[in-house]
Protein backbone atom coordinates (compact mmCIF):
# COMPACT_ATOMS: atom_id res chain seq x y z
CA UNK A 1 0.00 0.00 0.00
CA UNK A 2 2.93 2.41 0.97
CA UNK A 3 4.71 1.29 -2.20
CA UNK A 4 1.59 1.99 -4.37
CA UNK A 5 1.14 5.63 -2.69
CA UNK A 6 4.61 6.64 -3.52
CA UNK A 7 4.04 5.94 -7.19
CA UNK A 8 0.37 7.88 -6.69
CA UNK A 9 2.18 10.68 -5.35
CA UNK A 10 5.18 10.51 -7.94
CA UNK A 11 3.42 10.52 -10.66
CA UNK A 12 0.45 13.25 -9.40
CA UNK A 13 3.92 15.58 -8.73
CA UNK A 14 5.27 15.62 -12.35
CA UNK A 15 1.63 15.76 -13.94
CA UNK A 16 0.88 18.57 -11.55
CA UNK A 17 4.14 20.38 -12.34
CA UNK A 18 3.41 19.68 -16.79
CA UNK A 19 -0.15 21.22 -15.56
CA UNK A 20 1.42 24.22 -13.85
CA UNK A 21 3.59 24.66 -16.97
CA UNK A 22 1.22 25.42 -19.54
CA UNK A 23 -0.96 27.54 -17.31
CA UNK A 24 1.17 29.95 -16.52
CA UNK A 25 0.35 31.27 -12.74
CA UNK A 26 1.11 34.31 -13.57
CA UNK A 27 5.08 33.28 -12.47
CA UNK A 28 6.85 33.58 -16.16
CA UNK A 29 8.43 30.72 -14.49
CA UNK A 30 8.99 27.15 -15.97
CA UNK A 31 8.52 23.84 -14.65
CA UNK A 32 11.20 22.41 -16.35
CA UNK A 33 13.53 25.17 -15.49
CA UNK A 34 12.42 25.22 -12.01
CA UNK A 35 12.11 20.86 -11.33
CA UNK A 36 12.62 18.62 -14.27
CA UNK A 37 15.66 20.22 -16.06
CA UNK A 38 17.32 20.52 -12.40
CA UNK A 39 16.57 16.53 -11.97
CA UNK A 40 17.96 15.52 -14.94
CA UNK A 41 21.02 17.29 -14.66
CA UNK A 42 21.51 16.48 -11.10
CA UNK A 43 21.12 13.00 -12.52
CA UNK A 44 23.26 12.99 -15.09
CA UNK A 45 26.16 14.70 -13.35
CA UNK A 46 25.80 11.94 -10.84
CA UNK A 47 25.78 9.08 -12.77
CA UNK A 48 28.89 10.75 -14.58
CA UNK A 49 30.62 10.98 -11.12
CA UNK A 50 29.72 7.88 -10.32
CA UNK A 51 29.99 5.74 -13.20
CA UNK A 52 26.79 3.87 -13.65
CA UNK A 53 22.94 4.89 -13.64
CA UNK A 54 21.51 2.59 -10.94
CA UNK A 55 21.41 5.19 -8.56
CA UNK A 56 17.57 5.16 -7.93
CA UNK A 57 16.50 3.01 -5.11
CA UNK A 58 12.90 3.04 -7.19
CA UNK A 59 11.86 4.89 -10.33
CA UNK A 60 9.73 7.79 -7.85
CA UNK A 61 13.05 8.72 -6.25
CA UNK A 62 13.22 12.30 -7.66
CA UNK A 63 13.01 15.50 -6.57
CA UNK A 64 9.34 16.33 -4.85
CA UNK A 65 7.85 18.87 -2.88
CA UNK A 66 10.29 18.86 0.45
CA UNK A 67 12.04 15.82 -0.47
CA UNK A 68 15.26 15.83 -2.03
CA UNK A 69 15.92 12.43 -3.72
CA UNK A 70 18.11 9.49 -1.34
CA UNK A 71 20.75 9.01 -4.21
CA UNK A 72 21.56 13.09 -4.53
CA UNK A 73 23.95 13.11 -1.31
CA UNK A 74 25.24 9.81 -1.30
CA UNK A 75 28.55 9.37 -1.60
CA UNK A 76 29.67 7.24 -5.39
CA UNK A 77 30.90 4.50 -2.83
CA UNK A 78 28.27 3.55 -1.78
CA UNK A 79 26.81 2.64 -4.81
CA UNK A 80 29.79 0.06 -5.97
CA UNK A 81 31.91 0.55 -8.52
CA UNK A 82 31.93 1.99 -11.79
CA UNK A 83 29.79 0.06 -14.36
CA UNK A 84 30.73 2.56 -17.31
CA UNK A 85 34.55 3.94 -17.58
CA UNK A 86 37.03 4.94 -19.71
CA UNK A 87 40.99 6.44 -19.60
CA UNK A 88 39.00 9.83 -19.50
CA UNK A 89 37.14 8.84 -15.86
CA UNK A 90 33.58 7.74 -16.29
CA UNK A 91 32.04 7.71 -19.82
CA UNK A 92 27.94 7.10 -19.16
CA UNK A 93 26.36 7.13 -22.41
CA UNK A 94 23.26 9.23 -22.87
CA UNK A 95 21.66 6.43 -24.04
CA UNK A 96 21.86 4.57 -20.91
CA UNK A 97 20.60 8.07 -18.79
CA UNK A 98 17.88 8.49 -20.81
CA UNK A 99 15.73 6.11 -19.55
CA UNK A 100 16.52 6.34 -15.92
CA UNK A 101 15.16 10.29 -16.35
CA UNK A 102 12.42 9.25 -18.79
CA UNK A 103 9.42 9.06 -16.92
CA UNK A 104 9.87 11.99 -15.32
CA UNK A 105 9.96 13.28 -18.45
CA UNK A 106 6.82 11.56 -20.22
CA UNK A 107 4.60 12.21 -17.05
CA UNK A 108 5.84 16.10 -16.93
CA UNK A 109 5.18 16.41 -20.93
CA UNK A 110 1.52 14.82 -20.47
CA UNK A 111 0.39 17.37 -17.81
CA UNK A 112 1.86 20.00 -20.19
CA UNK A 113 -0.42 18.38 -22.75
CA UNK A 114 -3.41 18.42 -20.07
CA UNK A 115 -3.06 21.62 -18.98
CA UNK A 116 -3.13 22.87 -22.86
CA UNK A 117 -6.78 21.50 -22.94
CA UNK A 118 -8.84 24.34 -20.82
CA UNK A 119 -7.46 27.13 -22.99
CA UNK A 120 -8.34 25.11 -26.40
CA UNK A 121 -12.11 24.23 -25.06
CA UNK A 122 -12.85 27.72 -23.88
CA UNK A 123 -11.29 29.22 -27.43
CA UNK A 124 -13.70 26.82 -29.49
CA UNK A 125 -16.52 27.32 -27.35
Known sequence: ????????????????????SSIGLGSGLHTFVLYLGPHIALFTIKAMQCGRIDLKSAPYDTI???RVPSWLDKPCREFGPPLFSSSHGS???????????QIEAILWGLGTALGELPPY?????
Open 64 to 66: QLK
Open 91 to 101: RVPISSILPQV
Open 121 to 125: FISRA
Open 1 to 20: VEEVSQYVRFGLWWIALGVA
